[in-house]
């Protein structure tokens, strides 16, 4: 069974960094593109960042380039999300997920997904 478990949130103040981890097991996931959404209530999940099966393609979504950086190991079959300067508007529930296509920025072509971390960033 398919399984992706975020680590690494929690409560920062605005300018501070955190780093974020998405462990997948079930299968190895080193042929597949990985992404970062994230939502907050009553809103649409939002794109932050995807990563090419290799890690040698990245996209980030408008609002958080220059401020977070997507990476991933193979070998432990993670990928990560560095995020720097964060802002209270980046206060969201971060989801990892698997998806067929590289650099995909919609949600619909993202196949696996987990439960999220809760970021918080107070100001």
């Known amino acids: 069974q398919v399984q992706l478990v975020e680590s690494g949130g929690g409560l920062v103040q605005a300018g501070d960094s955190l780093r974020l981890s998405c462990a997948a097991s079930?299968?190895?996931?080193?042929?597949?593109?990985m992404g970062w959404f994230r939502q907050t209530p009553g809103k649409e999940r939002e794109f932050v960042a995807a990563?090419?099966?290799?890690?040698?393609?990245?996209n980030y979504g408008d609002s958080v380039k220059g401020r977070f950086t997507i990476s991933r190991d193979n070998a432990k079959n993670t990928v990560y999300l560095q995020m720097n300067s964060l802002k209270p508007e980046d206060t969201a529930v971060y989801h990892c997920?698997?998806?067929?296509?590289?650099?995909?920025?919609?949600?619909?072509?993202?196949?696996?997904w987990g439960q999220g971390t809760q970021v918080t960033v107070s100001s």
């Open positions: 990563i090419s099966w290799s890690g040698g393609n990245t």
């Open positions: 079930g299968r190895t996931f080193s042929r597949d593109a």
């Open positions: 997920a698997v998806s067929r296509l590289s650099m995909a920025t919609m949600r619909q072509n993202y196949d696996y």
